[in-house]
């Protein structure tokens, strides 16, 4: 129709979290997503499903109750271009960056409420009571999203103390193979500790990965954050 792919792409992106947050179930609704002189022309062209005629499915049982046509020799060009535009490549693209957008920021979310949850046990002390080491650590990290993610190769977990909050960085350490460079400093009573979760997330519609995977991969590396000053415990 009128949509272009980079169009579509951007609308993907922009109500994916919509799509996500949608109750009772996952959806979106788009209003005028398709042009209304469009639509007028489709309608005025397309065939009477009530009417007699070989192409006609009627389904009238306990699950349903309509009418279906058998294929596409009855429409018009204008409906037969919309319903090709409907299982088009730029159509489909459209949808897989929604439903992979969605789920991409779910796991995000999952992952800052593992942070949150995991940073505590170093804040209040438990961790280095405990004497727990990077592994450990990780090990009751990866306790709390064994559900959603993978732990044993595309979960990272770093932990480094600083002198002051204004001189916590947010960039993320790499090494030569693009993998995140991580550490285990839980510190002291009262130092400042940041605890980052780093998940190498895979995106796995190939057409999908020019918009949401980072540059030159089929993954993208989602960063949760919890920065705070550990109790005097």
Not at 196 to 225: C, E, F, G, H, K
Request: hydrophobic fraction near 45%.
């Amino acid at each position: 129709m009128e949509w272009t792919r980079a169009e579509l792409a951007e609308l993907g992106r922009l109500h994916g979290e919509r799509y996500r947050s949608a109750q009772p179930f996952p959806h979106i609704v788009l209003d005028d997503f398709f042009a209304p002189e469009a639509l007028a022309l489709v309608h005025d062209e397309f065939p009477r499903l009530d009417a007699a005629g070989g192409h006609i499915k009627r389904y009238d049982d306990p699950n349903q109750l309509k009418l279906a046509s058998s294929g596409e020799a009855q429409f018009g060009p204008h409906t037969r271009a919309f319903m090709h535009f409907l299982n088009s490549l730029p159509f489909l693209t459209f949808l897989f960056l929604i439903m992979e957008t969605a789920i991409v920021f779910f796991a995000q979310q999952v992952l800052e409420t593992a942070v949150s949850d995991s940073a505590r046990l170093i804040m209040t002390g438990q961790a280095q009571t405990a004497k727990f080491t990077q592994d450990s650590f990780k090990t009751a990290v990866c306790a709390r999203v064994k559900a959603l993610f993978d732990c044993t190769g595309s979960m990272y977990v770093d932990v480094r103390t600083y002198t002051s909050f204004s001189g916590i960085t947010s960039t993320v350490p790499l090494d030569a193979n693009g993998k995140p460079v991580t550490t285990y400093q839980p510190g002291q009573p009262s130092d400042i500790v940041v605890v980052r979760l780093m998940y190498q997330w895979p995106i796995t519609a190939p057409l999908v990965r020019m918009y949401l995977a980072d540059a030159s991969a089929s993954t993208r590396l989602l960063v949760a954050t919890a920065a705070f000053r550990n109790e005097p415990y």
